[in-house]
């Protein structure tokens, strides 16, 4: 039987009369690394903040590990919740022994554990208020991770980074889920990053969940294909088949789309030059996962 | 819960501003008190009593003077203190981690008044160090001893009233700065100015329509109204005062503090919890 980390049915929250998140039901799976996408204002950030107990819901429902008993719950989670939530002036060891006293943890090795996951072992007495905007986010990280929860959220953890500093975020998130079997939400907008280590997506527009899928499913639908015009469909097929192995083709008069072999589009072209056959022109389509999901969050599904 | 309440200490006990506005309060609780004995000795002097002149400062009557040295400061403190989660965003480290919004402002709570009770001893502590520099320990027996402990708890139920009003302010405003300056605006001017203009028009516009009609004047009599009896600060030098334990002239007064301190931190506590818990954390 799946095991859902987190569970939401019909979570909604208003503001006035404005629905912000509107009957919003997404399932994580554990072991997931769930990338939560919108564009600004579509509701990410408040309905991570209802997760976590910041705000409240209008109505709707909220199961962490499978309870409702969210209390519970909620001392099994880590939080990033937009800016880095530190005190600057401490330094980086104080701000986790805070965490650390907090959530009573007696054994106090888990403060340099955590400081050396993020990096941060050798920044001394150095206060926070000093540190960069990366080590800032190491730092939050670092605190999240206090008290080795099961479920990490993370709203927007590389906004402000630069492209060393994502980098080394992105590689700190793949190996926590790699080595502790964390459940990662991530929530951005910066889809070319959430797309190197999401394993599933929901996708949010307007408060409503427009889509969630896995990555297979994405790379499913967002299948690469090749489109090819030339003067003689028929003995074109006949190359793809035979030559090429390919099934998966649609012919409409001189235009032949194939949904297989499109790596090979270079070989599949030097071949129908080499028999004869003239091709007006080449072009590979659809092989954007994120184009697709750019498309979703701005447009819904179709 | 109880490390919620170790981590507040260990926050507090970090801050720069503790110790800071502690000794800035302990060295004027001392000023304060050789400031008296000075303005003391002049006026004996312009009598040409200079001879004459005995401090009545003591180490031992100069002990609960000094507790009203340190409200200011403990002011500030905790309007630093209590919004400071908010400024820095790390409540939003706090509530995801279980803990129930009444734990976070129970411990706020607490520590707020260990603030109170270490910054009055503090004072207290200065002001009787310069009273014995100035005019030896004093008479000290068991009964002003624990006329002091008496006085201690009386002075510190008001503190605890008006650090209740402070901390509610820092749990609706959110902000630092402008938790001082309300606070800071609570603590100075609200008595000088909005109470005597409340009773300004209790005692001009209201007294008299109140006279004028019998039945209501049997019920609500109103005589010499002062809303500075219904305001907890004025209680913090009442309660400083060692007479108001013995003699029977104070009683009524003692009375009416403790039931006005205590219906303030009741009130002030239930306001701040039930908005904390209702309000969303942006």
Known sequence: MTEYVLETKNLTKKYSKRAVVDNLSIKIRKGDIYGFIGKNGAGKTTTIKMI??????????????????????RKKIGTIIENPAIYPYMSARENIEVQRIMKGIGDKKITDQVLSIVGLSDVGNKKAKKFSLGMKQRLAIAIAL??????????????GLDPIGIKDIRNLILKLTKEAGITVLISSHILGELMKIATCYGIIKDGRIVKQLTVEELREIVKPQAEFVVNDPEK???????????????IQGNWIRIGEAVEKCDDIKRCLEENDIVISSVRTINDDNEEYLIKLMEEGEE | ???????????????????????????????????????????YAMYGLEDMFISQYTGVYSLALGLGSATLFITILVSMFVPGEFKFGTIKNIVPSGISRMGIYFSKFIVTIFISVAYSLLCAAAA?????CLAGVGDFDRNIFLDILEIFGLFLLAQIALQSIFQMMGFLIRSTGWTIGVNIAIFAFLPSMVLTLIDFAVNSWLAPVVASVDWLNSWLKIENFSSNDY??????????NIDILHMDFFQPILTRGLIVCAVYIVIATVIGLWTFKKRDID
């Open chain 2, 231 to 240: 305001w907890p600060l004025p209680y913090l030098s009442e309660f400083s």
């Open chain 1, 146 to 159: 206090v008290g080795s929860p099961e479920f990490l959220i993370l709203d927007e953890p590389i906004n």
């Open chain 2, 128 to 132: 009787f160090i310069t009273g014995c």
């Open chain 2, 1 to 43: 819960m109880f490390g919620l309440i170790k981590s507040d200490f260990y926050k507090l006990f970090r801050m720069k501003s503790f110790y800071i506005c502690g000794l800035i309060a302990a060295v004027l609780a001392g000023l304060g008190i050789f400031a008296a004995n000075a303005m003391d000795k002049m006026q």
């Open chain 1, 236 to 250: 074109a097929r006949a190359i793809f088949t035979e030559v090429f192995g390919i099934n998966d083709m649609e």
């Open chain 1, 52 to 73: 976590s107990g910041l705000t409240n819901p209008t109505s709707g429902s909220i199961e962490l590990f499978g309870s409702s008993d969210l209390s519970e719950g």
